[in-house]
Nanobody
């Protein structure tokens, strides 16, 4: 069992930055692949970024070059540094955990946080 709690969301202007954090508790954090997903109103939840147990990283194309995902296993924490934010980045951001290799599919993730709102004003 893993519990995940996101923080760091808020309101920022276009071009600004935010750093999201996800604190994990329960089983050993290092045993899980971690991912960030987001869901805008009326839209399907989508993969944003992920990082495997070994440090392999993947991003969805719209955020490449702007977002950076990282993990600190000693602190049981996952981070998403978001720079050059755009209004289309506005969404609720969720962290998630899964066993095994890095994958994009939502159904493959076993644990989810409650989400943190990110709003980018134009």
């Amino acid at each position: 069992q893993v519990q995940l709690v996101e923080s760091g969301g808020g309101l920022v202007q276009t071009g600004g930055s935010l750093r999201l954090s996800c604190a994990a508790s329960g089983r050993t954090f290092s045993a899980y692949t971690m991912g960030w997903f987001r869901q805008a109103p009326g839209k399907e939840r989508e993969f944003v970024a992920g990082i495997s147990r070994s440090g392999t990283i993947s991003y969805t194309d719209p955020v490449k070059g702007r977002f950076t995902v990282s993990r600190d296993n000693a602190k049981n924490a996952l981070y998403l540094q978001m720079n050059s934010l755009k209004p289309e980045d506005t969404a609720v951001y969720y962290c998630a955990a899964k066993s095994g290799a890095l994958r994009y599919g939502l159904s493959l993730y076993d644990y989810w946080g409650q989400g943190t709102q990110v709003t980018v004003s134009s």
